[in-house]
């Protein structure tokens, strides 16, 4: 099995924004967790992340002819990118939506996700474990 990661805007800054909310540890780091977490199993896990809606909407497109599934944190664009939910909607392969902090205990704004809306499920608040769960789900349902 491949799964594709996608992360989205800021989350190249992970480390250095907001540790209270999203920890101490960089993305590669968090990119190693991962796949020490998977280092014995047979899935193997690519990484993608960008700050432009546009490039996550191209990447999405193009990833049901590579990947088995995706697990995508959007970041700010879950909020409100109907982009990145029509290129979801689009694909033939499960996403799977992730977030590092619970988003129904943060802000009013943050917690809707319509990127969400086209997604098998979502996976809020577990912090990096998130995204483990995330490709365990993938794994076990599809």
Do not use: W
Request: one cysteine or more; hydrophobic letters at 40%; a negative charge.
């Amino acid at each position: 099995m491949k799964i594709l990661i996608i992360n989205g805007p800021n989350l190249n800054r992970l480390g250095k924004r907001e540790k209270n909310i999203y920890g101490a540890q960089t993305l590669d780091e968090v990119n190693s967790f991962i796949l020490e977490k998977f280092k014995d199993s047979n899935v193997n896990i690519d990484f993608f992340q960008s700050n432009e809606e546009g490039v996550i909407v191209t990447k999405i497109g193009i990833s049901e002819e590579f990947y088995d599934g995706i697990v995508i944190n959007p970041g700010a664009y879950s909020h409100y990118s109907i982009a990145i939910l029509d290129a979801i909607r689009s694909i033939d392969i499960p996403v799977v939506e992730v977030h590092i902090s619970n988003i129904l205990a943060r802000e009013d704004y943050r917690k809707k996700t319509i990127t969400g809306e086209g997604c098998v499920g979502i996976i809020s608040g577990f912090g990096y474990y998130s995204y483990v769960l995330g490709v365990e789900a993938l794994i076990n349902k599809f």
